[in-house]
């Protein structure tokens, strides 16, 4: 399995024994709380066995009563009764006892499931959701590109709630049940040990029982996860994709799609229910076993006069009852195992996923950048041994304008995002200020480069909270000083709430040229020295597109600003244009310098003054046989 991809040096194999390891680990960070869980269990299991005690010795005396020739009762704890208790006192005091043993059994019960809540859910969950969220935040692109959405959703929220299993469903229950089996062999041992080891042998087959089912259940449990991480992906993406789908008239496509994943995810159910279905009777059939042996033995051994049939016999049923009780339990542990080390080891598999673009120790914080940006012989690929840029060199003095230009796939997101260290060039290396980008500390430089897409996101926030996106601490001033320099104040204001209306899922949807313009604001805020924008006017009308050229003209003053764009409208303006074909920089220098030069770049320019001339309308009807 190898869906984390090349990032992923465990390739998502680990051990048993090491996922146990790091999972003691993180229920061990709350020790106090699992060492009161533990206390709790085993007080509940003292006062069980304390409650059976009692129990027995009520027989006896009853007995006793009715038979003196049968032989006084042996009470438990040093205690004796008053000697002028009537036979029935004894009874009610005893019986009395038994009921104030479970009431506190109650109680106890009540406090070790609150205790134990309270370390799963409380504890242990959250502290596993926080680390995994602050991972996810600094893992590198590359980790998104590799990982679906969904199964990124799924290991943050399933997972992480599933790995609470092992806790409870696991070790608490484990270690709980070997306690009490101990206590409880150790018990019917002093009844009868002849009698325990005959009936406890069904403990054999029934350990093999759940070995075998444990191995068989494990890869299910894997594969269903990764199957509802695909059904889940297909239900987000037609969420997300609502308007392609409508578009396409595809919703019925979409719903045969779900539909099947739906059924492949039940079936895949149904087979582990399956398996479960014959397990769980399977124990129980052989822990029942066991009585069937104490009946049959136990009553030989009674009739041969070797045991009376007396409170000892009673204790050591129920005693029984409860190991076998205990045992059975085995099958519910087992399937937790299986669970919950299936949960850890996707939600350690992110956990573990090296950080591709990182810190290194001793990485310098710079001060405020001038804007120099030098690209020294850059090769950069996605994936090893398919470079998308190849030996890409260049310099952008302060305050310097470049334009990017190039074919579909030629490489120019690339390019860009490698200046924010998105990624880190595979040959070369990129300096900026004459360090090298993997010289600087990551957050210090980043915050110094402001960044639009071609297509921008917005969060379901404020318009004022989107623009302070990188500062939330920005002073209304500034927001609007940004909003300004975007040229977006206006159209804010003139939205219901302005700065306040709230943007997003329940809120104001905006046209494509204000989202741009919001976007714009958002990275002015901070004042950047760099500016980066990845065509920001591909999808926008004409009339947007003058618009938003002229909020960039004033944001680009004084600012190292690299953008991208196929319009000549934007790269008139730029200082030196870098023209991209096939991932080599094939053409540098100004737009009169190159657009004198064979190539793509002349060649668009041509096209789009062709665009211009044109005056045939595109949907004129066209005159039978003009072209041929
Ligand atoms: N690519 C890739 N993995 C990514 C992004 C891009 O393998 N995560 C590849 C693309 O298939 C393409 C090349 O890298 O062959 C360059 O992509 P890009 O830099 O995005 O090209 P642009 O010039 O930005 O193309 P466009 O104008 O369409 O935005
Ligand atoms: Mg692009």
Redesign the pocket.
């Given at each position: 399995m190898s869906e984390t991809g090349s990032e992923n040096p465990n390739d998502g194999r680990y051990s048993t024994g090491e996922l146990t390891r790091r999972l003691l680990g993180l229920a061990w960070q709350f020790r106090a709380d699992c060492l009161l869980s533990l206390a709790l269990s085993v007080l509940l299991l003292a006062l069980a066995l304390v409650g059976l005690q009692l129990l027995g010795v009520v027989i006896d005396v009853i007995r006793h009563a009715l038979d003196p020739a049968l032989g006084a009762p042996a009470f438990p704890f040093g205690w004796k009764p008053p000697a002028r208790w009537k036979p029935l006192d004894v009874v009610t005091f005893l019986s009395l006892a038994i009921v104030a043993q479970a009431l506190l059994r109650a109680v106890l019960t009540y406090s070790y499931n609150m205790a134990t809540a309270r370390l799963t859910q409380g504890k242990i969950v959250p502290d596993l959701r926080d680390k995994l969220y602050a991972k996810l935040q600094r893992l590198s692109?590359?980790f998104f590109?590799v990982n679906g959405s969904s199964s990124i959703f799924n290991r943050l929220t399933g997972d992480v709630q599933n790995t609470r299993l092992f806790v409870d469903g696991v070790v608490l229950q484990g270690i709980n049940m070997i306690i009490t089996l101990g206590a409880y062999f150790v018990f019917m041992w002093r009844i009868h040990p002849a009698l325990t080891v005959a009936c406890l042998s069904v403990s054999v087959p029934l350990a093999w029982v759940t070995h075998y089912y444990s191995n068989r259940l494990r890869p299910g449990y894997l594969r269903n996860r990764e199957l509802y991480d695909g059904l889940v992906q297909l239900f987000s993406e037609s969420v997300l994709g609502i308007q392609t789908v409508k578009g396409f008239a595809a919703e019925r496509g979409c719903i045969e799609r779900f539909e099947q994943g739906n059924n492949e995810v039940s079936a895949q159910q149904r087979r582990i229910f399956w398996d479960l279905s014959i397990f769980t009777p399977a124990t129980q059939l052989l822990s029942q076993l066991s009585l069937a042996i104490l009946f049959a033995y136990g009553g030989w051994l009674y009739v041969q006069g070797r045991i009376p049939l007396g409170g000892g016999l009673v204790v050591f049923a129920g005693l029984l009852q409860q190991f076998t009780g205990q045992v059975a339990n085995l099958s519910t542990i087992a399937n937790s195992v299986q669970q919950s080390l299936t949960a850890a080891r996707r939600v350690f598999e992110v956990l573990d996923t090296p950080l591709e673009v990182q810190n290194k120790p001793g990485a310098l914080a710079p001060g405020r950048l001038t804007g120099s940006i030098v690209f020294d012989h850059v090769t950069f690929?996605?994936?090893t041994g398919?470079p998308?840029?190849h030996s890409v060199s260049f310099e952008a003095k302060p305050g310097q304008v470049v334009g990017i230009f190039?074919?579909?796939?030629?490489?120019?997101?690339?390019?860009?995002?490698l200046i924010p260290r998105f990624y880190d060039p595979q040959q070369g290396r990129i300096l900026a200020d004459q360090s090298d980008l993997r010289d600087l500390d990551l957050d210090a430089y980043r915050r110094q480069i402001g960044i639009v897409y071609?297509e921008s996101f917005l969060f379901s926030n404020t318009v004022a909270a989107n623009i302070a996106f990188g500062n939330p601490h920005a002073t209304q001033e500034q927001i609007e000083r940004a909003a300004k320099a975007a040229s977006a104040h206006e159209f804010i204001l003139a939205l219901s709430k302005g700065y306040q209306t709230v943007l997003g899922e329940s809120g104001v949807d905006l046209s494509g040229g204000q989202r741009q313009r919001l976007a714009l604001a958002r990275a002015l805020l901070l004042e950047p020295p760099i500016l980066i924008l990845?065509?920001p006017t591909a999808s926008v009308d004409p009339k947007t597109e003058h618009e938003i050229v002229s909020a960039l003209r004033h944001a680009m003053a004084g600012r190292t600003t690299f953008v991208?764009a196929?319009r000549l409208s934007l790269l008139r303006r730029a200082d030196i244009i870098l023209v991209?074909d096939g991932?080599r920089l094939v053409q540098t220098g100004t737009h009169s310098q190159i657009v004198r030069l064979p190539g793509p770049y002349r060649e668009a320019a041509m096209l789009q003054l062709m665009d211009l001339d044109e005056d045939e309308p595109i949907g004129a009807e066209r005159a039978p046989g003009r072209f041929t």
């Open positions: 692109f590359r590109e690929g996605y994936k398919a998308v840029l190039g074919m579909t796939g030629a490489g120019k997101t690339s390019l860009l995002s071609q990845d065509d991208v196929n991209l991932g």
